[in-house]
């Protein structure tokens, strides 16, 4: 379970205090994948960014009885020197996970062969996108938090990323953010929409791609 406990987060723009979040109080249930809509520049990512520990509100607070995934896929916090052997055992140290079944994992799922064991900073896009998923699935959380899913690789590889991700989704939750309303019918039971700072929950995802058409 998530709880968003009075949250608010705003920024000044311009010298216009714009809110991304006002006072918001909801709960995100447990083993539920929940599709997070609203129109661009809305705050989706900050919010899902608050919600992973990565920015901090302004006041209120997250509250999580489970583990909760930084954005899937995301390789922004790798060190550039590190090797990505190396990227994954540090992870793996944070999250209290055994180092070498994290990189064993990690090597057979990326497929990145010898350049496991070079600098970060040396992959390629998807190289680095690779590693990220790979890390992001050795890592079992509660919730997974899905910033646009984005094909990784090959055919081959997209279809084990799917895959597994489906699978750590039977015995977990997800907050997903999409602009494709097929993405979201196919993972998601509800839905919420961000507008204007406000959150509005629903129980079906339909009513929730419902409201946010109406909104644009």
Same mark, same amino acid.
């Not at 705050?43 to 960014?49: A, F, I, M, V």
């Not at 910033?147 to 590889?157: C, I, K, P, Q, R």
């Not at 279809?159 to 309303?181: F, M, P, Q």
């Given at each position: 379970?998530?709880?968003?406990?009075?949250?608010?987060?705003?920024?000044?723009?311009?010298?216009?205090?714009?809110?991304?979040?006002?006072?918001?109080?909801?709960?995100? !249930? #447990?083993?539920?994948? =929940?599709?997070?809509? $609203? &129109?661009?520049?809305?705050?989706?990512?900050?919010?899902?960014?608050?919600? +992973?520990?990565?920015?901090? !509100? #302004?006041?209120?607070? =997250?509250?999580?009885? $489970? &583990?909760?995934?930084?954005?899937?896929?995301?390789?922004?916090?790798?060190? +550039?020197?590190?090797?990505?052997?190396?990227?994954?055992?540090?992870?793996?140290?944070?999250?209290?996970?055994?180092?070498?079944?994290?990189?064993?994992?990690?090597?057979?799922?990326?497929?990145?062969?010898?350049?496991?064991?070079?600098?970060?900073?040396?992959?390629?896009?998807?190289?680095?996108?690779?590693?990220?998923?790979?890390?992001?699935?050795?890592?079992?959380?509660?919730?997974?938090?899905?910033?646009?899913?984005?094909?990784?690789?090959?055919?081959?590889?997209?279809?084990?990323?799917?895959?597994?991700?489906?699978?750590?989704?039977?015995?977990?939750?997800?907050?997903?953010?999409?602009?494709?309303?097929?993405?979201?019918?196919?993972?998601?039971?509800?839905?919420?929409?961000?507008?204007?700072?406000?959150?509005?929950?629903?129980?079906?995802?339909?009513?929730?791609?419902?409201?946010?058409?109406?909104?644009?």
């Amino acid at each position: 379970m998530i709880r968003l406990e009075r949250l608010t987060k705003s920024f000044n723009l311009l010298g216009e205090r714009r809110y991304v979040a006002r006072d918001i109080t909801a709960t995100f !249930p #447990d083993r539920t994948s =929940v599709g997070l809509l $609203g &129109r661009n520049g809305a705050g989706k990512s900050t919010l899902l960014r608050m919600l +992973g520990g990565q920015m901090r !509100p #302004d006041s209120g607070r =997250v509250v999580s009885t $489970g &583990r909760i995934s930084w954005q899937i896929g995301f390789a922004g916090s790798f060190h +550039g020197d590190l090797s990505g052997a190396q990227n994954v055992r540090f992870i793996a140290r944070a999250y209290g996970i055994d180092t070498d079944d994290l990189c064993a994992f990690v090597k057979d799922f990326s497929g990145l062969g010898p350049s496991f064991h070079v600098p970060f900073r040396t992959y390629s896009s998807g190289m680095r996108a690779r590693l990220a998923f790979g890390v992001s699935m050795g890592i079992p959380f509660s919730y997974y938090l899905i910033d646009e899913v984005t094909a990784v690789g090959d055919a081959s590889f997209q279809k084990k990323c799917t895959e597994i991700l489906n699978a750590r989704l039977a015995n977990a939750g997800a907050i997903v953010v999409s602009h494709n309303d097929g993405t979201l019918r196919n993972m998601c039971q509800s839905g919420a929409v961000l507008e204007d700072g406000v959150l509005t929950w629903h129980d079906a995802i339909e009513d929730a791609i419902a409201h946010h058409n109406s909104n644009m």
